[in-house]
């Protein structure tokens, strides 16, 4: 190649074709969960593209809290997430699930999630007990459905999730000190007055 | 990065009639209530599609879009400018991050949007295909295009289509730190000695014919939209976005005392910005193909793929499988 960027010039040839990706070439996808601020509940952020749990948490603290401020975070394969269906205008979605029996079985935690505004995201609520997923989210129904219409459930067994020790929150630490990282780093304004003080172009 | 090529091809809407009309309706009564569309709802093909072509060209644009900039990562001038732009060109990968997700949830993986870039079948931003000759070029990217940048994509923050309108505010919130920075920059050099501002006159000089093209084809030339307007997959027509464009950096330009090269550009009686139209044939050159950068930056995309295989193939194991992505 013949460009202005000397690295580009050093790197090798490749001569053979580029075949179209074959799939999962990118792997599956993990959900992100950010908590902003310790005592702020959790909530979804958006996904990452891994090979595993473990690299899903590493790149979801680079693509999600390289720059606002983070408490932690966590991350679940998007398998591992149960969905209720999306309901709309004054139709709440626990009106709508089934009900279902206490399960017999040893039960574990599941996170229960909420959607209560169409296009924001979903918060957690807090934490049930029960064997099945359908069966967290009917006790969720029953412990967390006051008074907003919720229009989408979220149920995560806890024991699938890649939560962030105490010691990793050591990470975010060093986040007020990357100023270069701050817009309000960036302060032109002397320097501008000063040149325009002394410019006679305007 | 985004702009331009979106809007060059032309829609047809005539499959809109296939649609089953009480679902049509109340997804644009949905739509013009306010509310946002999300990834389960029921959505017209049309809907579907421009907004994955849209998206996915999004995304190619900030991925494409680090290399013109990247270029300079190594002969930043100091140290805290590396560090700045290193910085910088980070967020905008981030930022193809969070908008392929965002496309995903539509229904096309991301293993096609990536063949389809390094095929040079989908498209992205024209500019992105010019060189940057000196490190003024790289700062006339990060104020001026990113500026551009951040009309269409607050504008588009706006949009109907719940996943791409969350991206797009932390992209955004991004985008000011990117704004500052490049402004920064270009003050440093009009402040400087006779050689910087010659320097930066001179990339001015090179990147405003592309700037006037990064909003895509006027008005009275480029496809008709209305339908789009009307589902907030297109928040204003180029025309709008600009006039926008130079309304609010114009005068910070020439308020450095550089010189546009367009002795028509000017603001009317009634507030409207004149110019001289761009070459728009130069714009089809460009985003077909013929551009001064446009093998360049697919063949090193095209390197980058190659040379990562193995390392993805070694990653993989046989518990995956692919689901769509929530939100
Ligand atoms: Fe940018
Ligand atoms: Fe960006
Ligand atoms: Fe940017």
């Not at chain 1, 996170?111 to 505004?117: G, T």
């Not at chain 1, 067994?157 to 986040?175: G, H, P, V, Y």
């Not at chain 2, 920075?181 to 990339?203: D, N, P, W």
């Amino acid at each position: 190649m013949n460009s202005l960027d000397p690295r580009v010039n050093r790197l090798p040839q490749i001569t053979e074709a580029v075949l179209p990706k074959a799939a999962l070439d990118q792997f599956g996808t993990y959900e992100v969960f950010v908590q902003p601020k310790e005592g702020k509940p959790f909530q979804h952020e958006g996904i990452v593209h891994a090979p595993n749990l473990e690299l899903a948490w590493v790149l979801a603290k680079e693509t999600f809290t390289r720059r606002f401020t983070c408490a932690s975070l966590y991350v679940v394969d998007t398998r591992d997430v149960y969905v209720s269906p999306l309901t709309e205008g004054d139709k709440n979605v626990y009106d709508v699930l089934p009900q279902v029996a206490e399960q017999s079985g040893s039960k574990k935690n599941f996170e229960i999630y909420h959607l209560v505004k169409r296009g924001k995201q979903h918060v957690h609520v807090g934490t049930v007990q029960a064997v099945l997923p359908q069966e967290a989210m009917h006790l969720a129904g029953k412990q967390f459905n006051h008074s907003k219409v919720v229009f989408n459930v979220w149920a995560i067994a806890t024991d699938t999730i890649r939560f962030t020790t105490d010691e990793e929150k050591e990470l975010w630490l060093t986040l007020p000190e990357k100023k270069f990282r701050d817009a309000s780093d960036y302060k032109g304004g002397d320097k501008l007055k000063e040149f325009l003080e002394k410019s006679n172009f305007n | 990065m985004y702009g331009g090529g979106n809007t060059f091809e032309g829609i047809k809407t005539d499959n809109l009639a296939q649609e089953d009309p009480i679902k049509l309706a109340a997804f644009e009564a949905r739509i013009a209530r306010g509310e946002k569309i999300e990834p389960t709802d029921w959505m017209p093909q049309l809907y579907r599609k421009q907004l994955i072509r849209m998206i996915e060209q999004h995304a190619h644009s900030e991925i494409i879009g680090a290399l013109p900039e990247g270029t300079w990562i190594t002969r930043a001038p100091g140290f805290k400018r590396k560090m700045s732009l290193m910085a910088k060109v980070q967020d905008e990968v981030g930022h193809a991050q969070l908008l392929y997700s965002a496309a995903e949830t539509l229904g096309k993986s991301r293993e096609q949007m990536i063949d389809d870039l390094i095929n040079g079948k989908s498209k992205y931003s024209n500019i992105f295909n010019y060189p940057t000759f000196t490190w003024a070029d790289c700062c006339f990217i990060s104020w001026l295009v990113d500026a551009g940048a951040i009309v269409n994509q607050l504008a588009n923050a706006k949009g109907s289509y719940g996943p791409y309108c969350r991206a797009l505010d932390r992209i955004c919130a991004e985008e000011s730190f990117h704004l500052k920075y490049g402004h920064h920059c270009v003050i440093y050099l009009a402040s400087g000695t006779a050689k910087q501002r010659q320097m930066f006159q001179e990339a001015l000089n090179r990147w405003w014919p592309p700037m006037m093209h990064f909003f895509g084809p006027s008005d009275k030339i480029s496809a008709h939209t209305e339908v789009l307007m009307r589902w907030k997959v297109k928040m204003g027509t180029n025309d709008e976005m600009r006039n926008q464009f130079l309304d609010m950096y114009v005068p910070k330009i020439w308020e450095l005392g550089f010189t546009i090269p367009d002795p028509n550009l000017k603001k009317n009686e009634s507030g409207k910005w004149e110019y001289t139209e761009p070459d728009w044939e130069e714009f089809k050159r460009v985003i077909n193909g013929d551009g001064p950068c446009n093998k360049e930056r697919l063949e090193v995309r095209r390197i980058a793929e190659a040379r990562g295989k193995w390392v993805r193939e070694a990653l993989k194991t046989p518990k995956m499988s692919y689901v769509t992505p929530l939100a």
